[in-house]
């Protein structure tokens, strides 16, 4: 499974970014996708994610985005999307897009795939 990512960029505090990440693969639709971020000299971690596999589009996200954030996906295109709105300065990292076969994940090491990562950079 490969994961394509496109929408990062730089944008002022308050502003909004939508990320995508297509999948391209066999097994995609066996897959829960997500988003994890990672800060300079931070750790990994979980953003959002939204269940594929089961076909109920159930959604979860970390404390820190949520009201903010809105994760989606396009079954047809294969495409899940994470809208970031009110963008903080703290919210400036790289975007990594993440597929795994489990269904209640939110830790890196449960990821079995992942995208090669996009710079969001907000600044204030």
């Known amino acids: 499974v490969q994961l394509v990512e496109s929408g990062g960029g730089l944008v002022q505090a308050g502003g909004s970014l939508r990320l995508s990440c297509t999948a391209f693969?066999?097994?995609?639709?066996?897959?829960?996708m997500g988003w994890f971020r990672q800060a300079p000299g931070k750790e990994r971690e979980f953003v959002a994610r939204?269940?594929?596999?089961?076909?109920?589009?159930?959604?979860y996200s970390a404390d820190s985005v949520k009201g903010r954030f809105t994760i989606s996906r396009d079954n047809a295109k294969n495409t899940v999307y994470l809208q970031m709105n009110s963008l903080k300065p703290e919210d400036t990292a790289v975007y990594y897009c993440a597929a795994a076969y489990g269904r209640s994940w939110s830790r890196s090491n449960e990821i079995d795939y992942w995208g090669q990562g996009t710079q969001v950079t907000v600044s204030s």
């Open positions: 693969g066999r097994t995609f639709s066996s897959l829960s």
């Open positions: 939204i269940n594929w596999r089961w076909s109920d589009g159930s959604t």
